[in-house]
């Protein structure tokens, strides 16, 4: 898109007066004038010219940012490992990929249905298999 960019500009000038009997011998002036010039929002050159670890973003509906994303040391980190596949190959070694096992927290079901769900055994012990609280006699 375009918009309006102000521009000031100072205008000043003088002016000597005709009439040589009169009590004034010049008139001078200054003014500082306001234009607005329609320009691109980015041009290409904005955006070839952006060194390494800027770039324009728009966000929110068409905000736009310009951001600084940090590039990583130039010296290598032992912690990481050679390559993708030796990193994809030990998560898939160490994550657990069941749904029993994560309770398939990406199907977006919500919170469990009380009714549906095992209570913990600390709260259960002394119940019974119903699992009704046991009776208290205290007397």
Do not use: C
């Not at 001078?28 to 973003?57: C, M, W, Y």
């Amino acid at each position: 898109p375009k918009v309006e960019v102000a521009t000031a500009a100072l205008v000043s000038g003088a002016t000597d007066s005709s009439d040589p009997s009169g009590p004034t011998a010049f008139v001078s002036n200054t003014q500082d004038r306001i234009t607005t010039t329609s320009v691109p929002l980015i041009e290409p050159a904005h955006v070839v010219a952006l060194p390494k670890g800027q770039a324009f973003a728009l966000t929110e509906g068409g905000v736009l940012w310009k951001v600084r994303i940090p590039l990583p040391k130039p010296d290598a980190d032992e912690i990481l490992p050679e390559d993708l596949k030796r990193l994809a190959a030990s998560m898939r070694e160490r994550y657990a990929d069941t749904e029993a096992s994560i309770g398939g927290w990406w199907k977006g079901t919500g919170a469990p249905d009380p009714n549906d769900t095992k209570l913990p055994n600390i709260l259960t012990e002394g119940t019974g298999d119903s699992g009704a609280p046991a009776q208290r006699s205290d007397g």
